[in-house]
């Protein structure tokens, strides 16, 4: 069976910073792009960061870019999300997602790449509030 366990969520505080994990197993971890979907209450799941499994090139949603790093670790079937100075506004539950391709350009696209998944995890909490 194929899964995939998020951890590290959490609240913390504005300013600070969180690490996500994502174990993957059941997956030829190195054939699939690898990130993060979030969703705020009454929002839609968007696309937050993803590594091409080609290229190993990143994309980020330009909310987050220059405070989040994605980063994965094949050896391990792991990715991590490092958040950096984090905002009341990154307050979500945090997916990691799973696709079978070679870039990220579907994760691009609002309402379209959430479709695109092959494998999601369960969702860990992310709540950033003083």
């Known amino acids: 069976q194929v899964h995939l366990v998020e951890s590290g969520g959490g609240l913390v505080q504005p300013g600070g910073s969180l690490r996500l994990s994502c174990a993957a197993s059941?997956?030829?971890?190195?054939?699939?792009?690898i990130g993060w979907f979030r969703q705020a209450p009454g929002k839609e799941r968007e696309a937050v960061a993803c590594?091409?499994?080609?290229?190993?090139?990143?994309y980020y949603v330009d909310s987050v870019k220059g405070r989040f790093t994605i980063s994965r670790d094949i050896a391990n079937s792991s990715a991590f999300l490092q958040m950096d100075n984090v905002e009341p506004s990154d307050t979500a539950v945090y997916y990691c997602?799973?696709?079978?391709?070679?870039?990220?350009?579907?994760?691009?696209?609002?309402?379209?790449?959430?479709?695109?998944?092959?494998?999601w995890g369960q969702g860990t909490q992310v709540t950033v509030s003083s």
């Open positions: 590594v091409a499994s080609g290229s190993g090139s990143p």
């Open positions: 059941g997956l030829p971890f190195d054939y699939y792009n």
């Open positions: 997602a799973a696709e079978h391709s070679t870039t990220c350009t579907v994760w691009q696209v609002p309402s379209l790449g959430a479709k695109q998944i092959d494998v």
